[in-house]
């Protein structure tokens, strides 16, 4: 049975071999119009990580098959086929990497779509990008529209299926949050939590949150902080977009959570990170009003519970909104006053952009705009957001005109980008004589011209 054991299973191996010569770069096969394609550091790092997983891949099929001409032919055809096994496991985590940037990818090619999430790149990294914090460098992104009602992240370098870590920060959009201000909410909610993992807030808060626990004087302040420590991390990512976007990431938080009455008021399972709706709404006002103090925080904050009563909760949910109410003051100052060791002695209010958020500024501002609407085309994407989430709040713009006004400006980002790039490739690349030595030089332009094609957004001083 060995010789048939080996030919099998030298035949398999080779077979690995040609269907994996079949998976060719994105770049190779996917069309799409310049506008729509993820930023250079973005493509370069995916089909990089791509390109290396299956050169190793082939390396061990190669060794796999030089053993079956070798010693491996003499061995026992359970031990030839334990080893092929461990190939055939490889050769499919291999696959699955693409398949996990193949849907981002492949949604570039779709008519207008494809600009809109190159867009959103560029409105993501303005998003995340905080001069001199460990923000000022961020991570290549690429954004990709999926069903249902939440967004998510894959932050960068996080391991992924199969195993290896994610070359870059892949973040995805509701279909149904493509409107209005809802885009900015899910798109600045989801960057927070790669800003959380860099700057290292959850090391450094939660502690700080186990020690008030434990030093509590009553179980409602107990209970309370150990809600607060166990769902920190989407309050950041809420505090996040609070912060960039103002009244808008409020607005946008609501219209995700306006679920049925029995979800809303009944408390997620102890697994979950998300504070239970009604809080969680709650809570984003009390951080808005603690980072932009004014009126209409708190009248939100009322709106939302007329249209989700209390009284309907059950009474032991009652019980603990009461409770969690009670301590949210004192949380909110304690989330705005932090200060990380990431942050060299800055509080985590002073990463937001607070000098140009505020509810007077933003009106101001959308008035201007209006009067000269060039304007627009040059102000930071999350700017953009907070000012029109804010014109939404106080009714000085129509639904309708809120999405005409961001798809025309989604659709800008992503041109404005491409030509960046494009005019600092052409700036910085030296005359050759062969089209051949151009192909050779472009990845270094590519590296280089990331964080050039989005330079005119992030000028925005603090």
């Not at 030093?215 to 505090?239: H, I, M, N």
């Not at 009244?247 to 990170?273: C, E, F, H, K, Y």
């Not at 019980?319 to 009670?326: G, Q, V």
């Not at 100052?333 to 800055?346: D, F, I, M, T, Y």
Request: net charge positive; with cysteine; proline share 9%.
């Amino acid at each position: 049975m060995r010789p048939a054991a080996t030919a099998l299973l030298e035949g398999e191996a080779r077979a690995l071999l040609t269907r994996l010569a079949r998976v060719k770069p994105f770049a190779l096969h996917e069309t799409m119009v310049p506008a729509a394609a993820p930023s250079p550091a973005a493509q370069s790092a995916i089909e990089r990580f791509l390109m290396e997983g299956r050169a190793k891949l082939r390396g061990r099929v190669g060794a796999y098959l030089e053993w079956l001409e070798g010693p491996g032919g003499e061995r026992e055809p359970e031990w030839q086929q334990h080893q092929f096994s461990l190939l055939r496991w490889e050769f499919n985590s291999v696959l699955t990497h693409f398949d996990l940037f193949q849907e981002a990818v492949t949604q570039r090619s779709e008519r207008e779509v494809g600009v809109l999430l190159a867009g959103l790149d560029v409105a993501a990294v303005d998003a995340l990008t905080s001069p001199g914090t460990p923000l000022a460098d961020p991570p290549p992104i690429v954004c990709y529209l999926a069903r249902g009602p939440g967004g998510a992240i894959r932050r960068v370098h996080t391991r992924i299926p199969g195993g290896g870590r994610s070359p870059v920060a892949l973040i995805r959009i509701p279909r149904e949050r493509m409107v209005g201000y809802g885009i900015g909410s899910s798109l600045t909610h989801e960057v927070g939590h790669q800003a959380v993992a860099q700057l290292g807030l959850l090391e450094s808060l939660r502690p700080v949150l186990y020690d008030i626990e434990r030093g509590a004087r009553t179980e409602a302040e107990r209970t309370a902080f150990r809600y607060w420590g166990l769902t920190l991390s989407e309050v950041l990512a809420d505090f996040f977009a609070v912060g960039k976007l103002g009244i808008g990431g409020t607005l946008g938080l609501m219209a995700v959570v306006s679920l049925p009455r029995r979800l809303v008021l009944a408390p997620a399972p102890l697994d979950d990170p998300h504070p239970f709706p009604y809080l969680r709404v709650r809570l984003s006002c009390a951080m808005g009003e603690a980072l932009y103090p004014h009126p209409q925080w708190g009248q939100l904050a009322e709106l939302w519970a007329s249209l989700y009563p209390p009284r309907r909760a059950t009474p032991e949910v009652r019980d603990l909104i009461t409770a969690l109410e009670r301590s949210m003051p004192r949380f909110v100052r304690l989330l705005a006053a932090h200060r990380p060791p990431s942050l060299s002695g800055a509080r985590l209010a002073d990463l937001m952009p607070r000098g140009s958020r505020t509810p007077a500024l933003l009106t101001a501002r959308h008035r201007r705009w209006m009067r000269q609407p060039e304007l627009l085309r040059t102000a930071p994407p999350t700017l953009v957001f907070a000012v029109l989430g804010q014109a939404r709040a106080a009714a000085l713009i129509t639904p309708e005109e809120e999405s005409r006004l961001l798809g025309e400006l989604i659709a800008h980002w992503a041109l404005a980008s491409t030509l960046g790039t494009l005019s600092a490739c052409a700036a910085t690349a030296p005359p050759l004589p062969t089209a051949a030595a151009a192909a050779v030089s472009a990845p270094g332009c590519a590296s280089e011209s990331a964080s050039i094609s989005t330079s005119a957004f992030v000028s925005e001083s603090r």
